[in-house]
């Protein structure tokens, strides 16, 4: 069984910073990429960064600049520092890890941010 679990959301002011955290355990066989997703009301789920193995980056648009994604492969985690938030940004934002047979969901974490 396979489990994602993720950190550090939370309710920021517009300019404000967070770090998010997800940790994946269980029956992985050769994680791939592991990125961040997020969801708002209404709004489909979007990609908003993703990082392969061999650490090549994807991010949105409307992201680049202020938001950056790492991961450590020793510890199967990947992170999500996000800078000068916008209330736009305000959404479930959910962690993703593909492996060679499938891909994985966290739970998600709310990201609020106050104007």
């Known amino acids: 069984q396979v489990q994602l679990v993720e950190s550090g959301g939370g309710l920021v002011q517009a300019g404000g910073s967070l770090r998010l955290s997800c940790t994946a355990s269980g029956r992985l066989f050769g994680i791939n990429t592991m990125a961040w997703y997020r969801q708002a009301p209404g709004n489909q789920r979007e990609l908003v960064a993703g990082i392969t193995s061999g650490g090549s980056i994807n991010n949105a648009d409307s992201v680049k600049g202020r938001f950056t994604i790492s991961r450590d492969n020793a510890k199967n985690t990947v992170y999500l520092q996000v800078d000068s938030l916008k209330p736009d940004d305000t959404a479930v934002y959910y962690c993703?890890?593909?492996?060679?047979?499938?891909?994985?969901w966290g739970q998600g974490t709310q990201v609020t941010v106050s104007s």
């Open positions: 993703s890890v593909v492996d060679v047979y499938r891909r994985y």
